[in-house]
T-cell receptor, first 114, second 109 residues
Framework: IAGITQAPTSQILAAGRRMTLRCTQD?????MYWYRQDLGLGLRLIHYSNTAGTTGKGEVPDGYSVSRANTDDFPLTLASAVPSQTSVYFC?????????????FGNGTRLTVT | DAKTTQPPSMDCAEGRAANLPCNHSTISGNEYVYWYRQIHSQGPQYIIH???NNETNEMASLIITEDRKSSTLILPHATLRDTAVYYC??????????FGTGTRLTVIP
């Protein structure tokens, strides 16, 4: 079934450790996104990529980095995790960055930083 | 970028139509209205979107007022599986959907 795969589904991480959240899509979508979801704050955009080889900062990019080496993969890296990065992380993709282009989401990674 | 406001919660009897409102009074001309829902801890699920005209698909109908300052998502025959949090973010054509905190819809047997 076509869609977005995120890994791991959950992780407990010690503060200061490095962690990469993986995201792969098989829909050949050009644009990909990383959101975090925290109770009472809704979903907030961390980073995005309009096409392979390009990335951009979203609403809450600090402490995170991304890369887009190819169309299918869009990993999110926490270089040195802090407890405030405890959250549920969702990856999404869309055919393009235009307004008439729905986002399709993965099922998330639940990250706890201790 | 425009933001949206929604009631925090609503109930609907099973089999009845669920009408979920969304206010987007500062919407600009090129912003699409989207509707998503989130069940339990799953990822948001796309439902429907529109710019000016009313839209209908197999899941729902979207009614957008003529001035585009508000919209309503209609689930014609709500089932227990429609219990979820519903969001109405706007998409600017740039690179974001601004999700608020949504409406928690509870379908009652």
């Amino acid at each position: 079934i076509a869609g977005i795969t995120q890994a791991p589904t959950s992780q407990i991480l010690a503060a200061g450790r490095r962690m990469t959240l993986r995201c792969t899509q098989d829909m050949r979508h050009n644009a990909m996104y990383w959101y975090r979801q925290d109770l009472g704050l809704g979903l907030r955009l961390i980073h995005y990529s309009n096409t392979a080889g390009t990335t951009g900062k979203g609403e809450v990019p600090d402490g995170y980095s991304v890369s887009r080496a190819n169309t299918d993969d869009f990993p999110l890296t926490l270089a040195s995790a802090v407890p405030s990065q405890t959250s549920v992380y969702f990856c999404a993709s869309s055919t393009g960055g235009e307004g008439n282009s729905p986002l399709h989401f993965g099922n998330g990674t639940r990250l706890t930083v201790t | 970028d425009a933001k949206t406001t929604q009631p925090p919660s609503m109930d609907c009897a099973e089999g009845r139509a669920a009408n979920l409102p969304c206010n987007h009074s500062t919407i600009s001309g090129n912003e699409y209205v989207y509707w998503y829902r989130q069940i339990h801890s799953q990822g948001p699920q796309y439902i429907i979107h529109g710019l000016k005209n009313n839209e209908t698909n197999e899941m729902a109908s979207l009614i957008i007022t003529e001035d585009r300052k508000s919209s309503t998502l209609i689930l014609p025959h709500a089932t227990l599986r429609d219990t979820a949090v519903y969001y109405c973010p706007l998409r600017t054509g740039a690179n974001n959907l601004f999700f608020g905190t949504g409406t928690r819809l509870t379908v009652i047997p």
